[in-house]
C-alpha cells in the first residue's frame, strides 16, 4: 500500500521559516520525480516544486529563492525548506507522486500518489 505522510506545518510570521517533510512508503520512491503542491482556500491545488529522479529541480516563480526541495532517498522521505514567508504562502501543502522519472506536467491530475497534506499560515 502506497502511503505519503506529510508532517512540519504551522503558524509563523512572516519572514519566518518552516520544513515540510513527507515520508514515502510502499513503492520505490528514488526513481519517480516528487513534487510540493499547495491549495489555498478558494483557489486551486497549484504546484510550488518539483525533483526529478536524478535530483533535478523545477521551481514555480512565486517562491524561487525562497523554497529549496529535496530528497534523501535512502530514508525515503521529501522536503521543502521554506524561507522568508509571506502571508501569501498560507495553504495547504501537498506532496505527491508522479508516475515517471521527470515530471513533465505541472497539472495536479497527473500526479498518482497524494499525501493528506499539512496547513501552513503565515501572519503578517
Known amino acids: 500500500q502506497v502511503q505519503l505522510v506529510e508532517s512540519g506545518g504551522g503558524s509563523v510570521q512572516s519572514g519566518g521559516s518552516l520544513r515540510l517533510s513527507c515520508v514515502i512508503s510502499g513503492y520505490t520512491a528514488s526513481t519517480h520525480c516528487m513534487g510540493w503542491f499547495r491549495q489555498a482556500p478558494g483557489k486551486d491545488r497549484e504546484g510550488v516544486a518539483l525533483?526529478?529522479?536524478?535530483?533535478?529541480?523545477t521551481y514555480t516563480d512565486s517562491i524561487k529563492g525562497r523554497f529549496t526541495i529535496s530528497r534523501d532517498n535512502a530514508k525515503s522521505t521529501l522536503y521543502l525548506q521554506m524561507n522568508s514567508l509571506k502571508p501569501e504562502d498560507t495553504a495547504i501543502y501537498y506532496c505527491?507522486?508522479?508516475?515517471?522519472?521527470?515530471?513533465?506536467?505541472?497539472?495536479?491530475?497527473?500526479?498518482?500518489?497524494w499525501g493528506q497534506g499539512t496547513q501552513v499560515t503565515v501572519s503578517s
Open positions: 505527491a507522486s508522479y508516475p515517471g522519472p521527470v515530471c513533465t506536467q505541472w497539472a495536479p491530475s497527473r500526479y498518482n500518489y
Open positions: 525533483i526529478h529522479y536524478n535530483g533535478v529541480t
